[in-house]
């Protein structure tokens, strides 16, 4: 027996709502009158990869590919599936294959029906290794069938375990069950790929005046390294609904050049500065925001066997982790309303529940005289100092949190630890060869779901650069992947690492933004930023 | 001349080519590869990244695949960060945009340095003297990188003039900000060197006799003292030409030009390499290519030299 997903009911919902007038779909609450013109600006700090959807590998690239682009699946502003391309999804028993329905009145901007033989075609694509995208990784993450051995060459694209029923129904078939399965499909690289248009310009076929897209936008203006505008797509499906005529990305690589631009109204969104959130927020009550998002920021141990011998002593991790006072860090250095770390996973992540950790549990004046206890008991004191080299990537916010760490450990616990910033490349390169002793680490979450920052301690990741070994935590983690929910394992898996503290993470990331008071509907809910334009609105002021 | 010049060029071509080259390995030594990232990615995928852009070739036979692409179809091969383009289009793109600036910025510190200089030798010690001397020195100790943030604040900002930043195909007024910052500390030193050169030109013995002869003070500045006033500040011009393009770095960042100064420095950092050996070529050819007319100019401007 198969059970159709309750998508499927959402997207006739929705599709009755359509009939109404333009405008009156349920984003733009009653009372609001839009601006006359409908243009959404922002600031990028980097001019973006690609927008290729198979090859974009940033976060800049992803926003556009987002917008230009429409995969099976999207998200709403609470980060929930919604659909997309697909109007829904069955899945078979044993979660092992989901067959998608398409909708019949989706379509390119060259005005072609987008079909099932579009997202096959995408898939294996994005496999290929001729393409070689840094994204065929994420194809083997979806654990598509076959997609490992295509991608190490032993097997044709055609044998990835996507199919094309016919022109509206596309069927998956998975090497294994994946419950967070769907949530992938909202991810740049599964959106599908115009077939013709790729074969008959090559490379350049993402150029503005060669490109055809799927999405409720067109590329229609690209000057790299300055900027990219897109404008609304007249074949989207949705186009009815969508209000933002135009959206212009702006390359402006200093924040500080971006604020004051913003200031002087050339920009509707741009990142606060590290520091500045406290002022700004007084002089722009409700346009510097702040909310959670899906990363982390830590200090990874090295454990493998190139570490320090005094770093195998779970005493003296404990005591480095319970000393870092991370109230002063998040208040003083970054002031951006970042929330303090006391878990690995952010309590942001979707069906996480943190474990109640010891550590959060205290104050900092009760972390210290534990930190001093342990410490003394590892045989660390006056006569005896612990000393260490911490390294961290060369960055201005990166240094001031590494010199507040290493002074809150020589004032509590007389530790010498010796900082040390490397150049970016040189950094992943020494953390990624244990040649270090404290290392900095950052992790933003592919997906909304736990195993995406937890898997990095699992012994076999090739991001576990600590070289973190627990059979237990694997075990859980194992076990998370069959689970249907494994929310509870993830709080088990957070248990063992409060415990053994591989990593000492310091604190979660937020979205930190000026935002301007005329921009309707932004997702700050969406813990994963992931925003489509068609649901913005330009509010008249 | 007409044989220097040949001699020059031939010494250019083997200069070039060991900077190709010195870059190469250099680069190569730098840790970390254009496709380190914060996630390692498989093994698998990166060897196929690796076979497709020939990373997994000896050393060597990269290079010689590089030059060869060069040589025989003008190829400078891809970008390995931004996928949608290689590298003839990036400096296509970029070299157009850094190049206007750039001789703008140029221009204008010269002239106004040079007139500033002028003005302060013939007015030795008097207001005029103070007033550009202390300019030049305001002037000289505001590098682009201060004068950036201080144009914006005060323009786009405060003033509410100009926009902050972009091309827009080179409008006017998107470029007068980064003319602005960019001209500002050399115009500095222009008048200054100028300066200093006119006044040790109007007391060497020629202007004397010129003087003696009872020319009239005007001729005697143009048409005796200018040229050898001239001859060490065209020295210090052509690498500041050279340095206008390639030093661009900051103009690019602030003010979002898409010039190709910013491409020097980035790929530099993401181990771009074909990018990175693109504007290296580039930039040296330009610096040996300014250099000769460098040179060559002197002879125009001192009698003495002869080639």
Redesign the interface.
Known sequence: MTHTSKFTIAALLASTMLAGPVFADGHVPAGVTLAADQTFTYRVLD?H????PQ??EDVTGSEIVRDLFEGLMNQDADGNLVPGVATGFEVNDDNTVYTFTLRDNAKWSNGEPVTAGDFVFAWQRAAD??L?S?Y??FI?LMSIANA?DI???DKPTADLGVRAIDDLTFEVTLSAPLPYFPQMTTHATTFPAPRAVIEEFG?DW??PENIVSNGAYILTEH?????SVRERNPMYWDNDNTIIEKVVA?????E??AL??F??G?LDRTEVPAGQFPRLSVEYPGVAISFPRLCNYYYTFNLSDSGPEAFKDVRVRQALALAVDRKIITENVLAGGQPEAYTFTPAAVAGFTPPATDMEGMTQEERNAKAVELMAEAGYGPDNPLTFDMIYNTSEAHNKIAVAMSQMWKQTLGVEATLANL????F???R?NQDFELARG??CGDYNEASTFLDLLDSSS??NDGKYNNAALDGLLADAKMSTDASDLYTQVEGIIAEEMPVIPIYHYAGVYMMDSDVGNWPVGNVEQNWYSKNLYKIAE | MLNFTIRRLFVAIPTIFFLVIACFFLMHL????P????????P??LA??E??YGLDQPLWKQLWDYLTNIVLHFDFGPSF?????DVND?IA??FPISLTYGSLSFLAASIVGISLGIAAAIRHNTWIDYFAVSLGILAQALPNFIM??IL??TF??WL?WL?????YGGQWQYLIMPVIALSTSFMGSIARITRSSMLEVMNANFIRTARAKGLPERTVIWRHAMKPTLLPVISYLGPVFVYVLTGSVFV???F????LG??FVNSA???DYAVLLGVTILYGSLTVAVNLLTDLSYAWFDPKIRY
Do not use: C, H
Not at chain 1, 49 to 52: A, E, I, L, N, T
Not at chain 2, 81 to 85: A, E, I, L, Q, S
């Open positions: 001019e990869s690609s927008v290729d090859v974009v290794p001729a070689s840094p065929q990784w083997e490992a991608i190490a060459g490379a993402t150029k000057l790299p390294m300055e900027r702006l390359v402006i690589n200093d500080n050049v004051t631009r200031q002087a050339e150049e970016w490349k040189v992943l390169e020494t990624g950052a992790w090739g991001y | 730098a840790p970390g590869g496709f380190t990232s914060e996630r390692p990615l498989p698998a995928v196929n990244i076979a497709r960060v931004f996928k949608d383009r990036i793109q970029g950036g943030p914006i604040l786009t900002l509410g926009p902050g930043g972009g091309w690019d960042l602030y979002s030009t898409g010039g910013q491409s950092l993401s181990r």
